[in-house]
């Protein structure tokens, strides 16, 4: 499987995470030859409940981001699986209010894309533990029960899932792209060339294929868009009004998750798990609207209740108090991600004033008064919007050759995290891939 076979393709798949492992495995079912390209590795974690984004992982690429004025870095898994072999695991669904925005068809789309991609991953509901219990009575009627993709108290991944490699998929580790091939030279160069040939590696070797289909993530496939100068040639918003789900983190006082373990039972969720891992960071979520804001908008709050301190999830981080999360799920604001892969996380005072009250409303119903650290989801999604940047089947508009299938198609985000809704999309999409037999 790794370093496989190189040469020509039907189809090249460009990173083998989420949507990629999907897409790969739906085309060479359906007969194409397949080259998926990872730039990352072959393995990474198996283990349910670890997020391996630590200092010292070797299984991420590290972006560097703006949150305001703080400096930061954002992980992003790099390896086969991509972020879904180093996220948090839980794959909740859109709901319809979520895709209202998407247009005509998407509810249909998406409830059969998902359906497919269920199937697939399966992923299982986990015992609630002992912090989401104590969050959960204070919020009656607010829990919601968040399924995990994992098996036998092991993560699933969807190179596991869909295993491309046992479809025919040739798989290439350590295989980055820095680069799409374009017929007669740069799009939007003299002569104006519009087709996209195939890829460039790093190490210069060049590729050629039929249909090129972009599953870097968000950050990985803008800075391949824009490497292209799609945005310049078509005057597309590659990159532009990027969301992501803001979250503040309200710690816990030691003493009181000690409580709260007696009271409701430790070990129920917090301890290792039967394979020796952890139990899943976040097993259910408390779902909160605040009151009607200007023009009508309503924020929605997830609240997070993490099973364990984040240190005993992050291999090599150090020692932090144990945190719940309070995110904004339907923010205002948008961001940015350039062509070298650095990214402006959006920062909008509404936001900022709604999570801020949000959070101070959990602490007070929890009875805490924790110290607030300001954080982000890593759901980075939209850079390159189906509907703007690309037709309803994910081909980049005013080009041929080359589609887009990962987080950064989707028109907006949905009200939970996107891990299922990428790969629900990633089927809908390789579903037009090959009843339009793109290659
Ligand atoms: C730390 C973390 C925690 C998260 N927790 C959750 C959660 O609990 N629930 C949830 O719903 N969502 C979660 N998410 C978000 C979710 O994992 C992502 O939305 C999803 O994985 C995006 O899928 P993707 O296919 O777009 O990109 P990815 O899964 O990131 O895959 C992109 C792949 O492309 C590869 N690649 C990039 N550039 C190149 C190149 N030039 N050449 C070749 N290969 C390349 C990368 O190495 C990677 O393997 C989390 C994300 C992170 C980072």
Do not use: K
């Not at 879904?84 to 669904?93: D, E, L, W």
């Not at 904004?328 to 062509?339: E, F, K, T, W, Y």
Request: include cysteine; charge should be negative; charged fraction near 20%.
């Amino acid at each position: 499987m790794t370093g496989g076979p190189g040469g020509d393709a039907d189809v090249v798949v460009v990173g083998a995470g989420a949507a990629g492992c999907v897409v790969a495995r739906r085309l060479a079912d359906a007969g194409a030859d397949v080259l998926l390209l990872e730039a990352g590795t072959a393995a990474a974690t198996p283990l349910a409940g670890l997020l391996d984004i630590g200092p010292g992982s070797r299984v991420v690429a590290r972006h560097p981001a703006t949150l305001g004025d703080t400096a930061l870095e954002l992980p992003r898994g790099r390896a086969v699986g991509g972020s879904g072999a180093v996220n948090g695991g839980y794959c909740a669904p859109a709901r319809p209010a979520d895709l209202e925005a998407w247009g005509q068809g998407w509810p249909r789309r998406y409830a059969v894309g998902l359906a497919r991609a269920a199937e697939r991953l399966r992923p299982r509901l986990a015992p609630m533990g002992p912090v989401a219990a104590w969050v959960a009575a204070a919020f009656p009627g607010r829990v919601a029960a968040v399924p995990q993709a994992r098996s036998d108290g092991r993560r699933v991944t969807a190179f596991d899932a869909w295993d491309p490699a046992g479809a025919g998929v040739r798989v290439r580790t350590g295989a980055a792209v820095r680069e799409l091939s374009w017929a007669g030279g740069a799009v939007g160069g003299t002569g104006g060339a519009r087709r996209c040939v195939g890829v460039v590696l790093d190490d210069d070797e060049a590729i050629a294929a039929r249909q090129v289909v972009l599953c870097a993530g968000t950050i990985g496939t803008t800075v391949l868009l824009l490497g292209s100068g799609i945005d310049r040639a078509g005057g597309h918003p590659v990159g532009h009004r990027v969301q992501e789900h803001p979250e503040l983190l309200l710690d816990v006082p030691a003493g009181l998750t000690a409580v709260a373990d007696a009271g409701l039972g430790a070990g129920a969720g917090a301890g290792p798990d039967a394979a020796g891992g952890l139990p899943p960071l976040l097993s259910h979520v408390v779902r909160l609207d605040l009151p009607v804001r200007e023009r009508g908008w309503v924020p929605e709050i997830e609240v997070r209740p993490y099973a364990v301190p984040m240190h005993r999830a992050i291999p090599g981080l150090g020692e932090v108090p144990h945190r719940i999360g309070v995110a904004l799920m339907n923010p205002l604001g948008r961001g940015r991600v350039h062509a070298d892969g650095s990214v402006d996380l959006p920062d909008d005072p509404g936001d900022a004033t709604a999570l801020a009250e949000a959070t101070a409303f959990v602490a007070e119903r929890l009875g805490i008064d924790g110290t607030v650290t300001r954080s982000t989801s890593h759901h980075l999604s939209g850079a390159a919007r189906v509907g703007e940047v690309l037709d309803d089947s994910g081909r980049v508009l005013g080009v041929e050759g080359v589609r887009v299938a990962d987080a950064s198609v989707l028109p907006s985000l949905p009200l939970c995290g996107p891990y299922y809704t990428v790969l629900a999309v990633a089927e809908d999409l390789a579903a037009r891939m090959v009843a339009e037999r793109a290659w």
